[in-house]
């Protein structure tokens, strides 16, 4: 079967979803999106992507065609429509399409829609998988980190190194301090205190990280919010990232340095298990509902 | 007659011009793009152009898939095919369609090229329009303004911002000191001496800005090739921008503070009309070939 996607009110074999070379998404980067786990068919935490998308669209003067709740219902129907038990949901609201290509918002344009799955393991992650290794490079993006645009270039050029370095996952760096993934959120562990840099304009305020710190205080662990240094990272007894796609990642070395004993640390094992309830909680209200 | 828009190989009506949902363009803003000049169907400097898309393709790692002499074959026939007399011919490269949506760069992907006109006065602009309003804002942008992505949401923002305050174009500043314009280089005059800011990673290598420092080199004008201030710009007897849409634009106020007399100035004028002349030379080149 091949996979549906969403485009504008329209659910289309992937192969048929297109959009205008005119638009606004394609030409400036000028949107904004979320990507949301889903595990046996149910998004997980969605209501907070959705609140994020909702303060990401207000930040760029882009107002949704239509609301949160009727969004969620396409979200829900396009799982149905590809059968998809475990994977991502990825929505995007660009600023439509527009006849001139002028940098200046169009007049009369409607927002464009679009959203697609992506199959793959979240939940039944492999425990060999749960191994990240981490390089740290220059943070190299533009002032507006909690904006989740879709101008990615920057994060992609920083994967892109990370990757041909062997390594998963580029922890970015700005005045000698992590800032954050390049598609994630940064952790370290010193002795049994949780460590994560604040959310404002320099970071994105992840929905995963939000949700692990609930757990944590819930749990009455000892965090500390604020910036880290590289140094404080290398010398970190655990480490890891968290998004809606790999949920608590275990780090086992950051720029070939190793951390802890190099395998995932018991308080970030236990932050994961802890994480994965919440996960599954999302599935039980889905099926009482 | 509607217009014609080039997509990876095909000339298309622009109204089933499309893109796959998947183009990474879309998803990351991961390509880079190219503006040129037409006037009498005649692509001005257009190889000074297509040698800063390789560069800025170098820059991202991404590889042209045909050579540039068969790009300016597809640009021209482009512009035959819309009868286009004046405007602008937009060209971008992204890194294609890939299956999976993944920041790494995918496999075994065509990089995607799309191609439109659009008509507008850039040389017969009514002597009314050469009086642009600017407006200073910070600069938000990401490092690495030398490449010209398509990645430019920040732009776009500044642009609005500057739009909503009845001015032109947005100077962006750093430091207290200008970098460039939304989408063009700027230049003050101070007494008879030129200045602009030397081209490097803080901002985006010209085209129209190179050709008119060739001119005032030909012409033994002052120059020095330096940052300057916010204060400096109010106080300049003349100031202007470039770009291959507007030529030589020249700028009457800055934040509503009045630039010389409130006119464009005169060496402003004297480098407008060089570079005119300049612009027609390859039109004349075009003709005798």
Same mark, same amino acid.
């Given at each position: =079967? ?6 504008n009110g329209?659910?289309?074999?992937i192969?048929?979803?297109k959009?205008?070379?005119?638009d606004r ?9 979320e990507?949301a786990?889903?595990?046996?068919g149910?998004? &997980?935490?969605n209501?907070?992507?959705l $609140?994020r998308?909702e303060?990401?669209l207000d930040y760029?003067?882009l ?5 949160l709740k009727t969004l969620s219902?396409v979200?829900?129907?396009? &799982?149905?429509r590809?059968?998809?038990k475990?994977? #991502?949901?990825?929505?995007?609201? /660009?600023?439509? !399409?527009s006849?001139q290509?002028?940098f200046?918002?169009?007049k ?5 829609i679009v ?7 979240i ?7 749960? $191994?990240?290794?981490? =390089? #740290?490079?220059?943070d190299l993006r533009w002032?507006r980190r909690d *904006?989740?645009s879709?101008?990615?270039l ?5 994967k892109q190194t990370?990757h041909?370095n ?5 922890? =970015?760096?700005e005045d000698?301090? &992590?800032t954050?993934?390049g598609?994630s959120?940064?952790?370290? *562990? ?5 460590i994560s840099r604040? /959310? ?8 995963t990280?939000?949700a692990?710190l609930?757990l944590v ?8 919010? $604020?910036?880290?240094s590289?140094e !404080?990272?290398y010398? %970190?007894?655990? %480490?890891?990232? /968290?998004s809606?796609?790999v949920?608590? =990642?275990?780090?086992? +070395?950051?720029d070939?340095? *190793? ?5 995932p640390?018991?308080l /970030?094992?236990k932050? $994961?298990?802890l994480y994965e309830?919440?996960a599954k +909680?999302f599935i039980?209200?889905e099926?009482? !509902?």
């Open positions: =079967m091949k996979d549906i996607a969403y485009v329209n659910f289309l074999d192969n048929d979803a959009v205008s070379v005119k998404g394609l030409l400036f980067g000028d949107g904004v999106y990507v786990g889903v595990i046996e149910v998004l &997980i935490d209501w907070a992507h $609140r998308l303060r990401s760029i003067s107002e949704l065609p239509i609301d219902e979200q829900k129907e396009l &799982i149905f590809n059968n998809m475990e994977g #991502t949901l990825y929505l995007h609201v /660009t600023r439509g !399409e006849q290509r002028e200046e918002f169009p009369d344009v409607a927002p464009s959203m697609f799955v992506q199959h793959k393991k939940l039944h992650i492999s425990q060999d998988k749960l $191994r990240a290794k981490v =390089m #740290t490079l220059p002032k *904006i989740k879709i101008a990615l920057a994060q992609v050029l920083a990370a041909e062997g390594c998963d996952e580029v922890w =970015m760096y000698n301090f &992590i954050e993934g598609s959120n940064a952790f370290i *562990i010193q002795k049994n205190k949780l604040k /959310t404002n304009e320099t970071i994105l305020s992840g929905i990280r939000q692990v609930k205080e819930q749990e009455s662990l000892l965090f500390e919010e $604020r910036p880290f590289i !404080e990272a010398q %970190a007894s655990e %480490a890891f990232y /968290t809606a796609s949920f608590v =990642m275990p780090v086992i +070395s950051i070939e340095k *190793i951390i802890g004993d190099g395998n640390g018991p /970030t094992i932050l $994961r298990n309830n919440f +909680s039980n209200q099926n009482n !509902e």
